[in-house]
């Protein structure tokens, strides 16, 4: 069984995922990252696979990915570090990037790749869900991988369900339509939306990312999903220590204030 499911199947509440830019904020940081974060009970990790114009992304994954390009970090070199995590990491490993990298590489290639490395899932922002359906799901579906599709408050009901009907894994609830970012509270509107996603009651779970820094907004995503995604804060606070194991330990606490 696909990690991402078997996580899911085996806890329904309370789920942190992080998100860290492969390669940043050294080229060879990515393993201890892993590490790091497995050992402080994190149950789901996306590595971020960098890219010259990350569109989706605020300023702080943006000099993150620029840093990580400027390493000399690529999707190859990315998958050569992750070839022997395995068993060694045991829990579910996404990769987050733009559509052009994966096409570049050869998306077929990067299915397998996964596999190879035992990649769970793979989230595509600027991948259309009419395109994924045609042309991905059948190929990511022959080698396992869980593609994960992105929601957001502007996202038609119809079109959600018809996501939750052809999407496994979990379905990635964005807090918000602007870029990514940490915040310090939602708002009533966002708390709202947060409320009519859970009522649908979908068949795949839900996490929550985009803004989410502090106890406040990670017990509102943990209240309406099955839990969070933290990625603004989390590669801020890597930028700024000096170990994984200290960032993750810092954002652990600021999640507790």
């Known amino acids: 069984m696909n990690r991402i499911n078997q996580l899911f199947q085996e806890k329904q509440s309370g789920i942190l995922s992080i998100y860290f830019c492969a390669g940043d904020p050294t080229p060879d940081s990515t393993l201890p990252t892993l590490q790091a974060l497995q050992a402080a009970g994190i149950d789901l990790v996306e590595i971020g696979v960098p890219f010259s114009d990350p569109m989706a992304d605020g300023p702080t994954i943006q000099s993150a990915s620029t840093r990580s390009l400027r390493g000399g970090m690529n999707l190859r070199k990315l998958f050569e570090q992750l070839q022997h995590v395995r068993p060694a990491i045991h829990i579910p490993l996404i990769l987050m990037g733009y559509l052009n990298v994966f096409y570049q590489y050869g998306f077929e290639h ?46 038609e009901e119809e079109r959600i369900r018809l996501i939750d009907r ?67 804060k989390f590669v801020k606070l890597a930028e700024q220590v000096s170990s994984p194991e200290q960032a993750i330990a810092h954002l652990l606490e600021e999640l507790k204030k």
């Open 110 to 155: 990067f299915c397998q790749s996964c596999q190879e490395c035992g990649i769970d899932g793979a989230i595509i922002p600027d991948l259309p869900f009419d395109v994924y359906l045609k042309d991905y799901k059948p190929i990511a579906d022959r080698y396992g991988l869980n593609i994960i599709m992105l929601i957001t408050p502007e996202t």
């Open 166 to 232: 052809h999407t496994n894994g979990f379905i990635y609830e964005v807090s918000t339509n602007a870029t990514t970012g940490a915040q310090q509270s939602y708002d009533e509107q966002t708390l709202a939306y947060f409320k009519r996603i859970h009522d649908m009651q979908l068949r795949n779970p839900t996490l929550i990312g985009f803004g989410v820094s502090n106890r406040a907004t990670l017990q509102a995503a943990q209240r309406y999903a099955a839990g969070a995604i933290v990625g603004s």
